[in-house]
C-alpha cells in the first residue's frame, strides 16, 4: 500500500533532513575538537637527587607514547642526596646544569629540593636560566618525605614500619615541606615578574597512593612497604611510575592518561589508577600551573 505524500508532508520531510545533517555536522566537529593533537616538543634539562633522577629516561618513554615531536633531553645532573646548591656549587667544568642554562637552550630546568628549604640553588639556577631565556619555566620536585616523617624520634628505622604509618602524619609531613616550596616560589616568581618557578607535587601524588592502599582501593598490593625499597624512601616501580606521570603532566601540561610506560612489577591496571592519580594531583595543584596554562590556550 502506497500514501500520497502531500506537498506540508515533503517541506517536513526536507527539514528534518537538513536538521539531521547539521546535526551530524555539529557532532563531527565536537568530537574532532575533542582529539588534541600532541604539543610542540620542549628542550628539558634534568637536575635533582635519588628520588627524582630516575625521571628522565620514564618522561622519554611517555614522550615517545604521546607522539610529541621535537622533544629533546638537553642533558641531566644526578647528585644522591642533594639539596640544589649542592649542583650549583659543582665545579665549572663538571656543571653541566650551569652550561646548558648559559646556552639559552633549554625551555624546562627541574630540580629536586632535599628537605632543607628554602635552598639557596633554587634561587641561582633561577637568576641564571631567566637571564639567558626569559620564557624558562623551572619545576621543582616536591617529593615524598624520606624516613616518611620529620620528627627525629618518629623516623622509621625499617622499611616495614611504613605498614604502621597513619596517613594524616604522611600527608602532615608532607605538607611542611611543599608549603615552604611554595614560600620561596612566590618570592622568586615576585622578583622575577612573572610566574617561572612551578612546584611538582609527587609528595602528595605518593601519600594519596599509600591512602588507596590502605584503603584496599590499590589491587594487589596491601601494604604501603611494598611501594618503597629501604626505610629511607626509594622508590619502587609503583612510585617511580607515578613520579614520572607528576612529571610529565607538569613539564607537557598535558594528560598522561592512556599513554604506554615499561616498569617492572606494574601492569596496565595499575599504570591506569596511577595515570589518573597524577593527572589529578598535579593539574588541581595551582602551583603546577596547569589550569592558568590551559586558560591560555
Known amino acids: 500500500m502506497f500514501f500520497r505524500c502531500h506537498s506540508a508532508d515533503r517541506r517536513l520531510v526536507r527539514e528534518i533532513c537538513c536538521w539531521a545533517v547539521l546535526a551530524s555536522a555539529c557532532l563531527s566537529t565536537a568530537v574532532a575538537d575533542d582529539v588534541q593533537s600532541p604539543p610542540e616538543g620542549l628542550r628539558v634539562f634534568y637536575t635533582g637527587h635519588s628520588f627524582h633522577m630516575f625521571v628522565p629516561p620514564l618522561v622519554e618513554q611517555l614522550v615517545k607514547s604521546a607522539e610529541i615531536q621535537g622533544h629533546q633531553l638537553v642533558g641531566t645532573q644526578g647528585i644522591g642526596g642533594s639539596r640544589v646548591i649542592q649542583h650549583w656549587d659543582l665545579a665549572d667544568d663538571r656543571n653541566k646544569a650551569k652550561a646548558a642554562l648559559i646556552s639559552g637552550e633549554v625551555d624546562v630546568f627541574t630540580m629536586a629540593a632535599h628537605v632543607t628549604i628554602p635552598d639557596e640553588g633554587i634561587t641561582k639556577f633561577t637568576e641564571l636560566g631567566l637571564k639567558h631565556n626569559p620564557n624558562l619555566r623551572l619545576l621543582v620536585q616536591a617529593s615524598w618525605y624520606p624516613f616518611d616523617v620529620p620528627s627525629p624520634e618518629k623516623r622509621i628505622r625499617d622499611n616495614a614500619q611504613r605498614d604502621d604509618m597513619k596517613i594524616e602524619d604522611l600527608q602532615a609531613a608532607v605538607d611542611e615541606w611543599r608549603k615552604k616550596l611554595e614560600a620561596q616560589a612566590d618570592d622568586l616568581n615576585r622578583q622575577h615578574g ?59 601540561r598535558i594528560s598522561p592518561v592512556g599513554l604506554k610506560l615499561n616498569e617492572r ?33
Open 265 to 297: 612489577g606494574v601492569d596496565d591496571a595499575h599504570h591506569a589508577i596511577l595515570q589518573k592519580l597524577a593527572w589529578e594531583t598535579v593539574s588541581m595543584y595551582p602551583y603546577a600551573g596547569i589550569a592558568d596554562a590551559n586558560a591560555k590556550r
Open 194 to 252: 612573572r610566574r617561572a618557578v612551578f612546584i611538582v607535587p609527587v609528595g602528595d601524588a605518593v601519600v594519596k597512593l599509600r591512602a588507596m592502599i590502605v584503603a584496599g582501593e590499590y589491587p594487589g598490593v596491601t601494604q604501603q612497604s611494598k611501594l618503597f625499597r629501604d626505610a629511607i624512601g626509594h622508590g619502587q616501580g609503583h612510585v617511580m611510575a607515578l613520579a614520572a606521570y607528576c612529571n610529565f603532566a607538569a613539564i607537557y
